[in-house]
Antibody, heavy 119, light 111 residues
Framework: EVHLAESGGGLVKPGGSLRLSCAAS????????MSWVRQAPGKGLEWVGR??????????DYAAPVKGRFTISRDDSKNTLYLQMNSLKAEDTAVYYC??????????WGQGTLVTVSS | QSVLTQPPSVSGAPGQRVTISCTGT?????????VHWYQQVPGTPPKLLIY???NRPSGVPDRFSGSKSGTSASLAISGLQAEDEADYYC???????????FGTGTKVTVL
């Protein structure tokens, strides 16, 4: 059974940094494309970014609001996906979900981790 | 700001059929990119409901169906049940942004 577990969320001041982790199990993580999706309180879903499998180049793409501030990486030896978030803003406050990506669809989702950016 | 537009809400009585539209542009749905649909019950993560425009993952009831035409897509729920009350989102790829985009979301209420 596929299981994704995010961690690392919390309260951070504007301009600060935070690194989220997503531990994966139940599938061959190294073969999977992965993504991060966020949801601000009471709002809709927003795609954050995606990383391809290493065999497909391991490249990343990001949504415009986070480009240059957020970095997605992966450690397939640990079956773990990361989201490094720098220069955080109040508008980055959201629940962050990691997902597997299969033919463009977010197939499996974790439970999410809450990031709150506030002074 | 999403580039995929959905109606904010739809409602129906138990047993009825409701449809949710997802309107895009020639840079996303109209460019031939697949549309996927998600169901999110409040307080829980989203769940993949339809992938590749019209395919249901294992375990999704056949009451849910998807279609795509031109720059739009639709999700239909037939035989509406109380447990279908949730938020629904469409999603596709947007070549202009080199990334994925979600729809604005639709709240389905069972009367």
């Amino acid at each position: 059974e596929v299981h994704l577990a995010e961690s690392g969320g919390g309260l951070v001041k504007p301009g600060g940094s935070l690194r989220l982790s997503c531990a994966a199990s139940g599938f061959i993580c190294s073969n999977a494309w992965m993504s991060w999706v966020r949801q601000a309180p009471g709002k809709g879903l927003e795609w954050v970014g995606r990383i391809k499998s290493k065999s497909d180049g391991g490249t990343t793409d990001y949504a415009a609001p986070v480009k240059g501030r957020f970095t997605i990486s992966r450690d397939d030896s640990k079956n773990t996906l990361y989201l490094q978030m720098n220069s955080l803003k109040a508008e980055d406050t959201a629940v962050y979900y990691c997902t597997t990506v299969n033919r463009g669809a977010a197939e499996y989702w974790g439970q999410g981790t809450l990031v709150t950016v506030s002074s | 700001q999403s580039v995929l537009t959905q109606p904010p809400s739809v409602s129906g009585a138990p047993g009825q059929r409701v449809t949710i539209s997802c309107t895009g542009t020639i840079s996303n749905i109209g460019a031939g990119y697949d549309v996927h649909w998600y169901q999110q019950v409040p307080g829980t993560p989203p769940k993949l409901l339809i992938y590749g425009n019209s395919n249901r993952p294992s375990g999704v009831p056949d009451r849910f169906s998807g279609s795509k035409s031109g720059t739009s897509a639709s999700l239909a729920i037939s035989g509406l049940q109380a447990e279908d009350e949730a938020d629904y989102y469409c999603q596709s790829y947007y070549s202009g942004l080199s990334g994925y985009v979600f729809g604005t979301g639709t709240k389905v209420t069972v009367l």
